[in-house]
């Protein structure tokens, strides 16, 4: 069973996400409120995917994933916001974000992305959509 985290400071998506997760076979092993959370809870439950939202506070998502790709640079992180601004999405894909989707999501659309990128090699190119 592949092991999720779930970082976003909204309880409505990661209660959403959890029950996602849940139901199609995956184990969500923490829930994170901000970067900082996020960090520190990657360390000790190293998921095989961390979804990672962006505006957050303490410490957005951008930071947390630099900093979470500093500890395990195979980690395997897909943003999951609103911020749909070209900009946030190449500085993530540059920064090793493996996906990212844009809010509001649908179930299928995560899950294929979820599956596409644990049957992916780390070291292969990112790419970004709209599955909402």
Same mark, same amino acid.
């Given at each position: 069973?592949?092991?999720?985290?779930?970082?976003?400071?909204?309880?409505?998506?990661?209660?959403?996400?959890?029950?996602?997760?849940?139901?199609?076979?995956?184990?969500?092993?923490?829930?994170?409120?901000?970067?900082?959370?996020?960090?520190?809870?990657?360390?000790?439950?190293?998921?095989?995917?961390?979804?990672?939202?962006?505006?957050?506070?303490?410490?957005?998502?951008? $930071?947390? +994933?630099?900093?979470?790709?500093?500890?395990? %640079?195979? *980690? @395997?992180? !897909?943003?999951?916001?609103?911020?749909?601004?070209?900009?946030?999405?190449?500085?993530?894909?540059?920064?090793?974000?493996?996906?990212?989707?844009?809010?509001?999501?649908?179930?299928?659309?995560?899950?294929?992305?979820?599956? $596409?990128? +644990?049957?992916?090699?780390?070291?292969?190119? %990112?790419? *970004? @959509?709209? !599955?909402?």
């Amino acid at each position: 069973m592949k092991k999720i985290m779930i970082v976003d400071d909204s309880l409505i998506i990661r209660i959403n996400l959890k029950k996602m997760f849940e139901k199609n076979g995956f184990e969500v092993v923490a829930e994170a409120v901000n970067g900082q959370d996020a960090i520190d809870k990657f360390k000790s439950y190293q998921p095989d995917v961390t979804t990672m939202d962006i505006t957050m506070p303490v410490m957005d998502g951008i $930071a947390a +994933l630099r900093e979470i790709k500093k500890l395990d %640079a195979n *980690a @395997c992180v !897909v943003m999951i916001s609103a911020l749909g601004q070209e900009g946030k999405v190449v500085e993530c894909l540059n920064l090793g974000a493996r996906h990212y989707i844009l809010k509001p999501i649908n179930e299928n659309g995560v899950l294929d992305v979820i599956k $596409a990128v +644990l049957s992916k090699p780390s070291e292969e190119k %990112a790419y *970004a @959509c709209d !599955v909402g």
